[in-house]
């Protein structure tokens, strides 16, 4: 384990605050999510439907996105094409500059945090308003979102209550959660509603139509969006799907494997920009499509990860998850998606160590609402973490050691023997501690060996 | 070579089989509904996820009486934002109306072109007379739907032909559980939903 990852995630485990902050809100999902599942009687079928929706545009993806380019821009909005994050931010930044902004509205999007919008926004000197209350609460924490549903759901209220009692203006004064809820709408509402440009990400991009779809329980993507004279959309390519009713059937699992909601409570497709006779509406819709690896993820060997709704199911459900958090990942996105996701954006050897923090216990892929095969992901990571000499010498020279060994049979039944005299040495029933199993035996005990191995007794003719 | 070039000559553009995409469309696996739709509909929309009221009214000239009743319900004052849209057209002069949308507005009138059965859903879509920002704005959303536009799946609720900016499904209202996973009503818009279901003139 690297230094910086063992350390992120020794302070996730001695913070006992994290652990009831997460219980809170993914042990609710979860629960929430069982009975939305049981509640629809072909769940089966239809996460076998969504499946096979996804790989049918991953497969036909560069036709699907001219499809969706030329549908959008007959609708009137203009399309842009990001081979990188900096591309993409540097396509953002260039439209809000034209436009003379000076504050964005932004709806959450996972997307943006994957490309660096915040900081890039920052940098230009744009000021930015995010409206989603959880990004709210990090942006004022200066924090990165630690979940990709609730990405405050590290703090406890008591957090929050400093956070907006230092930051509004006219803060809550019963400590409460609805008073707290509302000091935000108070907040947040002259902001939205007094933005330049309103930036949201893409839940789905609808080729046929042009339309792109957003999904909120909040309805801040709504109020972001109408109000400024911009609107801004980044997606990532693999947001689409042929037409309205492919989405219709990823709507109805997306909810339910997040909150277990029956769907999301404003679920918006916005086509172009306002039209001439329109009351309200952005003057104009930029639409910017963000490869940013996924035709590399695609081509070599993760098309399957390019199925990912983001709907936190995998996460709520993850034993190592539910332990350290969201942060100790390190990457833009946490859990089991994002410990595939992370060696693919930030490269392999920078995270060597997600794809290794699994138990390989298949949860993750059990609650998929698309089906992804999470654990052989991970699997693969390793793999080729090992092909590339990225685990460390003395993980190779073990390794290395007990594989010359265990092809010489006599030379390995002789080790199992002295292997099973010298363990016996340091207990009888269970071993406390043993040299060279620090690691091990310092936090539980190893049970002792029998005084025969298997194999030497199936040599006696016991059977 | 610029992104879009690169990008679409490295994923090819060729199109997928002809039919292959309808053949994801035939059959959807749905939640099934009730034949009763309307019954379906209102089922869906007590839910406590949706936590919307009702009631029903026989024309929309009813509607002006109705919408009195509710706010003298909530203790409000009649005073509304209503829509400049001919579907409204009924006598509303016991009202004080805003003319533009304020920030805090306390109730809204809008007009649903189609009610979802599976998930309770309301479908609108923006035009000339339908502004989006006044239903995202006000405390209580007040709903006009007809009976008779009730459909049974989000399929239905697809708008045939070219689009509008926006066409949205709304579900309840709005809310957050981004505080420690507890559940608030009116994070942003609306905290109070009611639908007046207009039956058959």
């Known amino acids: 384990m690297s230094a910086a990852f063992s350390r992120r995630v020794d302070a996730a485990l001695a913070d006992p605050i994290l652990k009831l902050a997460i219980d809170r809100t993914a042990g609710t999902a979860e629960a929430k999510r069982a009975l939305a599942v049981d509640g629809f009687a072909h769940f089966e079928q239809a996460r076998t439907r969504a499946a096979a929706i996804k790989d049918h545009v991953v497969a036909h993806l560069g036709h699907y996105l001219e499809h969706f380019e030329a549908s959008a821009t007959a609708a009137g909005a203009q399309v842009h094409y990001a081979r990188t994050a900096d591309e993409a931010c540097a396509i953002v930044i260039g439209i809000c500059k034209a436009a003379g902004a000076r504050t964005v509205a932004r709806s959450k999007s996972m997307l943006g945090e994957e490309i660096g919008l915040p900081h890039a926004l920052a940098e230009a000197g744009i000021g930015r308003i995010e409206t989603d209350l959880a990004e709210h609460i990090i942006q004022l924490a200066d924090e990165r979102p630690s ?22 203006t006219a ?22 509603l007094g933005a330049d440009v309103g930036i949201s990400g893409a839940n789905f991009l609808i080729a046929d139509s042009g339309a792109v779809c957003t999904v909120t329980n909040e309805g801040n993507a709504e109020l972001s969006l109408v109000p400024p004279r911009v609107h801004i959309v980044t997606a990532g390519i693999e947001k689409l799907v042929p037409s309205m009713g492919h989405a219709a059937q990823l709507l109805r699992l997306l909810a339910r494997s997040a909150t277990g ?87 392999l050897a ?14 993750c892929q059990e609650v998929c609402p698309v089906k992804i095969p999470l654990p052989t992901l991970l699997r693969g990571w390793r793999e080729k973490s090992w092909r590339e000499g990225l685990e460390p010498a003395t993980m190779r ?45 310092a936090h539980r005990d190893l049970p002792a060996p029998d005084a025969e191995s298997f194999m030497s007794r199936y040599a006696r003719g016991e059977r | 070579m610029n992104a879009r070039e690169e990008i679409l000559g490295a994923l090819g553009t060729a199109a997928p089989p002809p039919g292959a995409a309808d053949a994801l469309l035939a059959d959807p696996v749905r939640p099934s509904v009730a034949e009763d739709r309307v019954a379906a509909f209102l089922a869906a929309l007590a839910l406590p996820a949706s936590g919307a009221t009702h009631a029903r009214i026989g024309s929309v000239a ?77 405390l209580h ?42 559940y608030i009503r009116g994070a942003h818009g609306p905290r109070f939903l009611h639908v007046l279901l207009v039956g058959e003139d």
């Open chain 1, 397 to 441: 020279q073990g390794i290395g050691a007990w594989a010359w060994v265990a092809q010489r049979p006599r030379l390995y039944r002789a080790a199992v023997r002295a292997a099973i005299f010298a363990m016996r040495r340091f207990g009888r029933g269970w071993i406390r501690a043993l040299p060279l199993a620090r690691g091990w035996t």
């Open chain 1, 171 to 192: 803060p809550h004064t019963e400590e409460t959660i609805p008073a707290m809820a509302e000091s935000a709408r108070r907040h947040l509402r002259q902001g939205m």
């Open chain 1, 261 to 347: 909601a029956t769907l999301t409570q404003y679920t918006t497709f916005y086509t172009g920009p306002k039209r001439a006779a329109d009351p309200d509406g952005p003057e104009a819709m930029h639409i910017v499509l963000i490869d940013n690896g996924r035709v590399k993820m695609r081509d070599e060997g993760l098309a399957e990860m390019l199925r990912c709704i983001r709907c936190g199911a995998c996460m709520n459900h993850c034993v190592v998850f539910r332990q350290i958090g969201g942060h100790a990942y390190g990457g833009t996105y946490p859990g089991p998606m994002g410990a595939v996701l992370t060696p693919a954006l930030d490269g």
């Open chain 1, 147 to 168: 979940h990709i549903v609730w990405p405050a759901m590290h703090k406890t209220r008591e957090q929050v209550s400093a956070l907006f009692k230092q930051h509004h």
């Open chain 1, 350 to 363: 920078a995270s060597r160590d997600l794809p290794n923090a699994c138990t390989l216990n298949g949860k």
């Open chain 2, 62 to 138: 009813d509607a002006p009486a109705a919408v009195a009743r509710y706010l003298a319900e909530h203790g409000l004052p009649p005073a509304v934002f209503l829509p400049d849209d001919p579907r409204f057209a009924a006598d509303w002069s016991g009202f004080a109306l805003s003319l533009a949308i304020t920030p805090d507005e306390p109730a809204v009138i809008a007009w649903a072109r189609l009610g979802i059965a599976e998930s309770g859903s309301l479908v609108f879509e923006t035009g000339p007379h339908a502004p989006m920002l006044p239903n995202f704005l006000g």
């Open chain 2, 141 to 182: 959303h007040i709903v006009l739907l007809r009976e008779a536009a009730i459909v049974s799946h989000l399929e239905d609720a697809a708008l045939p032909g070219p689009q509008p900016r926006a066409h949205y499904w709304v579900t309840g209202v709005s809310g957050t559980t981004d505080i420690e996973g507890q």
